[in-house]
């Protein structure tokens, strides 16, 4: 299918926002359809972004519509499952949001749907890994947004220090979008330099925390995140439909650990081409090591 038709599941702060920024957009994307539980919250979504046509960027066909409209679509975008609660960690969520899960993917799959998913519903790596499950689609066509959002808040911390542009950095944040994410700093540069050599342990350590936990503090300041997760989503989806070819930390599957986290991928249109095979440091795999347990521990912990 080369529609680039995109149906985005669940149409709160994060689904509408994503539109939103696909409407900001000079994309390749040729109509949205918005679905939600609360069907007219998705029709008062699409006629507001309607309202925009007229000044947009690029012309969007915008409409809302059911599961069954996502048989001819390219990808589809899942947020919609339980917000995350001041206070309440990612993986709480977790039990409430795999069965609301179980529901949408079955109805998706009956339409004919034959794209890719791409997961941004928290726990996301959790929710990525059982979107493959219930779909029973290969693994390189079920994406998760992974680190992005994480890597670029990284990367824009680290080019504060260094006063470059955040575009000029390469850096990754990696394992689970959440508490037991990790830095690659030994693989960090920008232009060349390795920035482990230009920032001090002390600044480089600040910033992983930083990055790791300020979605709590966004959170019990604003009540949730959406914009920067919103922005990487269309990156994702440009990514895709393009066939970029992009080098991104999305979250896929991992065979050799049996779970879904964040890693630097080749993405394109069939999804995810390849993880790259990296040689981090010693004390990045035994913290990557430790990320992934939690995460096999969460994958354990429901019973559908």
């Known amino acids: 299918m080369d529609n680039n038709k995109v149906m985005i599941v669940g149409t709160g702060n994060v689904g509408a926002s994503i539109a939103f920024a696909i409407m900001n957009q000079r994309t390749v994307i040729n109509e949205i359809i918005l679905t939600d ?66 529901g949408m993917i079955d109805q998706i799959m009956a339409s004919g749907f034959d794209g890719i998913f791409l997961v941004v519903t928290n726990p996301m790596d959790v929710m990525t890994y059982y979107t493959m499950k219930f779909s029973g689609l290969p693994a390189e066509r079920v994406i998760g947004s992974g ?47 390795k920035v482990a050599e230009m920032l001090p342990a002390g600044v480089r350590n600040g910033i992983s925390d930083f990055v790791r936990d300020e979605a709590y503090e966004i959170i019990e300041k604003k009540g949730a995140t959406y914009y920067g997760i919103a922005t990487c989503v269309v990156s994702i989806l440009n990514c895709i439909l393009n066939d970029e070819m992009r080098i991104m930390p999305v979250s896929s599957y991992d065979g050799f650990s049996g779970t879904c986290f964040g890693w630097p991928s080749v993405v394109g249109r069939e999804g995810v081409l390849r993880r790259l095979d990296l040689k981090i440091s010693e004390k990045e795999g035994i913290e990557l090591q430790k990320s992934i347990n939690a995460l096999k521990k969460a994958i354990g912990s429901v019973r559908v």
């Open 37 to 102: 539980i609360i069907a007219k919250d998705a029709e008062g979504e699409a006629m507001d972004l309607r309202d925009a046509l007229a000044v947009a960027p690029s012309y969007v066909k915008v409409s809302n519509g059911t599961y069954k409209d996502a048989k001819d679509c390219d990808v589809v975008v899942i947020t919609a499952g339980a917000a995350q609660k001041p206070g309440e960690t990612r993986m709480e969520l977790l039990k409430k949001n795999v069965n609301i899960l179980k």
């Open 147 to 193: 680190t992005v959002l994480d890597s670029a808040r990284l990367r824009q911390r680290i080019a504060n220090y260094m006063n470059i542009n955040a575009k000029s950095v390469h850096a990754y944040q990696i394992g689970e979008h959440g508490d037991t994410e990790l830095t690659l700093w030994s693989l960090a540069d920008a232009g060349g330099q």
